[in-house]
């Protein structure tokens, strides 16, 4: 996940008490699905639901280079790791994760996102629930993933349970990819929505992790940037930018024009139509 905040209605858990999830049914296609915890979810938890379908076909992944460098930070493998993927949305990071031979439980509030991850990812264990209560026993994760996500969290709440969770000498890894700074025409179109949208990422977290780590957790946070551009279709860079938060909660008619008004730029950029975007992927580890 990314962008601002949302000021979608609090959707309240129901507080029927289900059973702490684990590990050990973790390539099971008929693991249940429970739902965590008593407390409501914060108003933004389920903002990216009402355009699920969109972000699962518009999103970016993440280039391979990204777990490479989570193996050499931490020191450990991915293969055989249990690995928690907090916020997992439509499951962008899990199939990673999966594919490197973590054993993977996706963690992610919204019942659409989770539909589309079900859908993509049928053998993927997949718990409805926030990284500030996570629903799983102290020291049962070697390895805990934000993907686009942490910022959603509260780190007061967020921090400890992350620490409570995972195993002596595991690891909480986050990464963020953004418009690449040092590409001219990424930081234009990015000055240019926070002159036209009010508000736009005006409350990111990812870019004060270390120091919020560091006050919050006994280890110290290690970050790494890593750049990579994909080539895709201008429509699907438009989608990919009504996908965010900022433009969801604003819905489609009123999102509409600005976004039509991006293609006029991008389309001065790209005359063909293919869209080389660029980002800057940020990642800190932070070892247990």
Wanted: net charge negative; aromatic share 6%; proline share 10%.
């Amino acid at each position: 996940m990314g962008g601002m905040t949302d000021h979608a209605p609090t959707t309240h858990v129901p507080t029927t008490p289900v059973p702490t999830a684990d590990f050990s049914t973790a390539h099971a296609p008929t693991t249940p699905v429970p739902t965590a915890h008593p407390r409501p979810l914060p108003p933004h938890a389920l903002s990216f639901d009402r355009v699920a379908a969109q972000y699962a076909t518009a999103r970016p992944s993440y280039p391979p280079r990204v777990l490479d460098a989570v193996e050499e930070l931490t020191g450990s493998g991915l293969r055989g790791a249990r690995v928690l993927d907090v916020g997992a949305g439509t499951g962008i990071a899990t199939r990673l994760l999966t594919e490197r031979g973590a054993h993977v439980i996706a963690v992610e509030p919204g019942p659409e996102m989770g539909a589309q991850l079900r859908e993509a990812l049928p053998m993927v264990p997949l718990v409805r629930a926030v990284g500030d209560a996570l629903p799983f026993a102290d020291g049962s994760a070697d390895l805990i993933t934000y993907a686009q996500a942490w910022h959603w969290t509260d780190p007061e709440c967020s921090v400890p349970e992350a620490l409570r969770v995972l195993t002596p000498g595991g690891a909480l890894a986050m990464w963020w990819n953004q418009p690449d700074p040092d590409v001219a025409w990424a930081a234009e179109q990015e000055a240019r929505l926070k002159r036209t949208l009010a508000g736009y990422h005006a409350n990111e977290l990812s870019s004060r992790v270390g120091e919020i780590i560091t006050r919050l957790a006994p280890g110290q946070p290690v970050s790494r940037r890593l750049h990579w551009t994909r080539r895709v279709p201008i429509d699907v860079h438009l989608a990919h930018l009504g996908s965010r938060s900022h433009f969801a909660e604003m819905g489609p008619e009123r999102a509409a024009p600005v976004l039509a008004e991006e293609r006029a730029y991008v389309l001065r950029e790209f005359p063909d139509g293919v869209v080389e975007e660029a980002y800057a992927l940020d990642l800190t580890v932070t070892l247990r």
